[in-house]
């Protein structure tokens, strides 16, 4: 298998110029490789990005039951406290 010539972050910086607008034929003559080849990397790196998004996932539904336990708490103390003040506030009348 041949040597890559270029490293991942110039793959990257080559398909953002693309995402950004820049003409194909442009890009693929200033760096020297095909159109082809351009819209492969850019075609694998969409899919590369795939699985931030299952992980930015994830985290979004730990952080979520985090979020419910903590708010079920509060409620448990906001329920006990009112109960309390409740009772001491028809205790002295």
């Not at 992980?55 to 903590?70: C, G, I």
Request: charged share 35%; aromatic share 6%.
């Amino acid at each position: 298998m041949p040597k890559l010539r270029f490293t991942r972050d110039q793959i990257k910086v080559m398909v953002l110029e693309l995402d950004a607008g820049q003409m194909v034929g442009e890009i693929s003559r200033r760096y020297g490789i095909s159109v082809s080849t351009l819209y492969r990397w850019r075609a694998k790196l969409a899919n590369e990005q795939q699985p931030d998004d299952k992980e930015r996932l994830r985290s979004l539904e730990d952080e979520h039951r985090r979020l419910k336990k903590q708010f079920a708490e509060l409620t448990l103390d906001y329920a006990t406290l009112r109960a309390a003040l409740i009772r001491d506030v028809r205790g002295d009348c």
